[in-house]
């Protein structure tokens, strides 16, 4: 049997892990210090929430979707975060509970399209969604923390790119008017687009076929059908940007997939490290109908999301310090129970410490040792405990001492302070 995780799904393996738990630490201190608080919704939701709120007419909900029925219920493992999170802002009616709710998430999500690199059937996001301020300065306050969390992680190379979609009326009113400047050329357009025609026009924008984009570049702007309301709110938008000094490309044919978006729309792209064709670092924008569609009173809504496999193509890929360990390497039996009752005294210390149980001859488990990173190893051997000694060795040094027992602790200690490596969590617990 050749048993394989699924396609486009991937193991994060633990050589790995601490770049993942880097990225998710940065964002969660952001997003506090921005002051929001993290909410957790199931994985799996109604499929009817993802048909109503992202839209049937988009490529996720068409063809995407990890669906299944159980228990007649028809249920999709969900491909995004916001349309949960509205869901439960509306179910527990945070509209009567506080003003303004401030929300973030990190987690997987799920979509069923072509892998490639930076692009998977399996991949995780972190969003942060806000109800109940109308904006713009909030939407302002959104992609200065995106730009704080990329510059935090070292990513500088970055191309923040807005668009307004406007509300309701005029998204109604460019989709009249797109559809007439496209119809006439309907045979000169690429075969998926051709098909979006009828089903959705504005994803046509979206296209990456070369004859869309040539067809495209004399469309018609939404921007140009603005209301003055919508206007003033993108105007309001540019002008807090400019005031953060952060510089962005108004991009008119910027629609993104789905569709729940109204007025203002933002997408990060990024250059650096292996990020490939897949540059899209993250994207977001206003939501303002869909806690109303959802069942709930019209709340204003805004939110982003950003994809942590990219963003991890994207960070120069920096050798990881190991944090200070000791590797303790008992050669008989009494060492052995000795080395459990010395780890537990060393971890109580905040001192990370692997307890190698297997053992075999001295320089096989200083070679183990090695391998594991640790910086120091203790050798305690049978004869050295009856006469209450330990030996400690430098691993990176080639220097080794021997150690009354219960000094051990405190000796340790002093030679991670001296070389200036942090312990575990960064400070004694
Ligand atoms: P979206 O939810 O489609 O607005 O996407 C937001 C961000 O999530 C994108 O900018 C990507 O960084 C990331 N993302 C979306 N789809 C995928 C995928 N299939 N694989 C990896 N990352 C993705």
């Known amino acids: 049997m050749n048993l394989r995780a699924v396609k486009g799904m ?38 009817s929430l993802f048909v109503r709120s992202i839209g049937e007419a988009t490529d996720v909900v068409e063809k995407e979707m990890y669906s299944f029925q159980r228990h007649d219920n028809e ?22 509970l506080e003003a303004i709710s401030r929300w973030y998430y990190i987690g997987p999500m799920f979509r069923g399209e072509r892998p490639a690199r930076g692009r998977h059937r399996q991949f995780h996001q972190a969003g942060a969604e806000i109800y109940g301020d109308p904006g713009p300065v909030c939407d302002a306050d959104l992609i200065a923390m995106l730009i704080d969390f990329y510059q935090e992680l070292g990513i500088a190379d970055l191309h923040v790119l ?9 998204r109604e009113r460019y989709r009249d008017a797109l559809l007439a400047y496209l119809t006439p050329l309907k045979d000169r357009l690429s075969e998926d687009s051709q098909r979006r025609l009828s089903t959705n026009p504005l994803r046509v924008l979206d296209s990456k076929a070369a004859e869309d ?29 400019d005031k953060l000094n952060i510089k962005y490309t108004v991009e008119p044919r910027l629609v ?26 993250c994207g977001g924008g206003r939501y303002d109908n869909m806690v109303k569609e959802l069942g709930g009173p019209a709340v204003p809504a805004i939110g982003f999301a950003l994809g942590i496999e990219r963003l991890l193509l994207a960070m120069a890929a920096k050798e990881q ?30 001192i990370r ?9 001295l320089k096989t488990m200083l070679h183990r040792a090695d391998a594991s990173g640790a910086q120091l190893c203790a050798i305690l051997g049978d004869g050295e405990l009856e006469r209450g000694v330990v030996q400690i060795k430098d691993l990176k040094e080639r220097k080794q001492a021997e150690v009354p027992r219960d000094q051990v602790v405190s000796e340790i200690e002093k030679t991670f302070v001296e070389a200036g490596l942090l312990p575990l969590g960064g400070g004694p617990r």
């Open 213 to 241: 984009r040539n067809i495209c570049g004399n469309a018609p702007k939404i921007l140009d059908l603005l209301d003055d309301e919508d206007r003033r709110h993108f105007d309001g938008l540019q002008n807090n940007l």
């Open 10 to 47: 991937n193991d994060i393996l633990p050589q790995e892990v601490q770049r993942w738990q880097q990225v998710e630490a940065a964002f969660r201190r952001l997003a506090e210090l921005y002051g929001f608080s993290e909410i957790r919704t199931p994985i799996v939701e109604q499929t």
């Open 256 to 281: 993104r997939g789905l569709d729940y978006y109204t007025r203002t729309l933002f997408e990060i792209q990024g250059s650096g490290g292996e990020l490939g064709a897949q540059n899209a670092l």
């Open 353 to 361: 410490t692997i307890v190698d149980g297997r053992t075999q001859k």
């Open 321 to 350: 310090p190991v944090p200070a360990t000791v590797y303790l390497a008992p050669l008989g039996e009494q060492g052995q129970a000795e080395a459990l009752v010395l780890a537990r005294e060393l971890r109580q210390r905040n």
């Open 75 to 96: 249920l999709t493992i969900r491909p995004e975060g916001t349309a949960g999170a509205a869901r439960a802002y509306v179910e527990h009616k945070f509209f009567n």
């Open 162 to 170: 807005i668009n307004s979609l406007g509300s309701k009326g005029t």
